[in-house]
């Protein structure tokens, strides 16, 4: 029989979302469309021309189901896995809306790849938790009626719960219902994670990389700290500042520690005689110390991080000497 049309691959961050079924039993293979010259194979043409002009625009990933058997959730999995990534996982009403709206009815419903492990609902294909936030059962589901009720079918075009969830016996037989992910192996140029996420996907970048696609390196992430030394009397007030090319604000960081007379490194907090300011749209900040002590005297540094990144960048420090006022200069 005729399987699926293979996903069309994802380009980018922004692709598109097609869902495909079966094109009606018309081919011998369940891998290749290998019709034969007749018109068998016109009608295996036209079928997969009606499926390619179906193609509907929503978001990254790629849907598809078989028609023409239905299987238990174990075997329905190995249908999704062996053509296709998995069982669909789903996270968003954007995305069971769709699914109400392009999903034909069968009387039997979808399995979908939510399945309790170790008495916890998972996504068998992020191996996710279901979050209480993200839970889409009918009313009064799960009850786990007649037990071993471990696996869940979406409902579509269902006079009552329509989209929704319900458990059900995994040995029951419904259609398969997966999707193909949206990661590439080109994706995130080759330098980082590339993580799956709903509607498209992100990329966890190198240590050294940042960019939608981990394209650019931090090679010239600067940081200069002035002035280079400070000299001034017990009470005084004395400020230091750091300037530094900002690179992705969402995950960058500065801080400042002193190291003191005995090479001791502390980090340095607000309170009422440590003054921290930071404008990260800027690149700049500034430390500035109140009524200094002889206990202030060493050297402060800048230090200008990006944690998602694990990479980190210090200033050349700023050496600090505290006179007591009963010395002269």
Known sequence: ICLDLPAVKHRGVYGHVFLTGSAGGLCSSPRAWGCGWTVTRLLCFAAISWVLVTQVEVGAWTYHYGNKSDYSWELARNFCRSFYTDLVAI?????????????PHHRAYYWIGLRKINNVW??????KALTKEAENWANKEPNNKG??????????????DAGRWNDENCQKKKRALCYQASCQRSSCSQRGECVETIGNYTCDCYPGLYG???????????????????????GSELTMNCTFKTVNNSTMYVRWYHYGTEALKTELVNDSDVITTLHLDNGFASLTLKNANSSNTGTYVCEVGITARNLSVSGAGTQVTITPVNQTR
Not at 122 to 127: A, F, K, L, R, S
Not at 147 to 160: A, F, M, P, Q, S
Request: hydrophobic letters at 30%; aromatic letters at 8%; charged letters at 25%.
């Open 147 to 160: 037990r071993n009720l471990d696996c869940v079918e979406i409902y579509i075009k269902r006079d009552r």
């Open 91 to 103: 996270q968003n009403q954007g995305e069971i809306a769709y699914l109400k709206n392009v999903l």
């Open 122 to 127: 998972t996504w068998v294909g992020t191996n």
């Open 212 to 234: 939608p696609e981990c394209e650019h390196e931090i090679t010239d992430m600067m940081v200069n700290q002035t002035p280079t030394s400070v000299s001034d009397f017990e």
